[in-house]
């Protein structure tokens, strides 16, 4: 637990590991998340400092696919944590199935769903999808500069 004068907060990345359907996210300052869920971290080499969190982390940590629960999104507004020239568009994730970019990425338990938009139809965009471990989406989110 930090107990310093100054506060140091983290970003405590929830890989699915038992933790149910769709971990989420969390800032920790003190040991315990900004928001009102409680979170409690089991250890301490599962945090990573805000600090370090690289200009493409925070793009993914802000864009609407971002696995942050949705209290420690708001704290963001509260603090000053988020740099100022960050870039405008976050990093995109390269599908290692078919080596193509993601449209959009989804969980379900285990597994991370990969879309990618093949053909639009009256309006409404038709998609496929790949099914890789979801640790490997969460290695990527992680450290978008490195490729898995």
């Known amino acids: 637990m930090v107990t310093d004068e100054n506060p140091t907060y983290f970003i405590y990345y929830r890989n699915h590991e038992g933790w149910g359907l769709s971990p989420r996210d969390h800032i920790i300052r003190d040991g315990e998340s900004v928001c009102n869920y409680n979170v409690s971290v089991p250890k301490q080499d599962s945090l990573k400092p805000l600090s370090e969190v690289s200009d493409a982390e ?3 940590l802000l864009d609407h696919q971002s696995n942050l629960c949705k209290g420690c999104t708001e704290s963001l507004g509260w603090h000053d944590f988020i740099p100022d020239d960050l870039p405008e ?3 995109v994730y390269v599908c290692p199935v078919c080596d193509e970019p993601a449209d959009d990425v989804g969980f379900r338990q285990h597994l991370a769903y990969i879309y990618h938009e093949k053909d639009v139809h009256g309006g409404m965009p038709d998609y496929e999808a790949h099914k890789i471990p979801r640790e490997h989406y969460d ?4 450290n978008p500069e490195k490729s898995c």
Do not use: F, G
């Open 58 to 60: 925070w793009m993914l």
């Open 89 to 91: 568009e976050p990093p």
């Open 139 to 142: 290695d990527w989110r992680q």
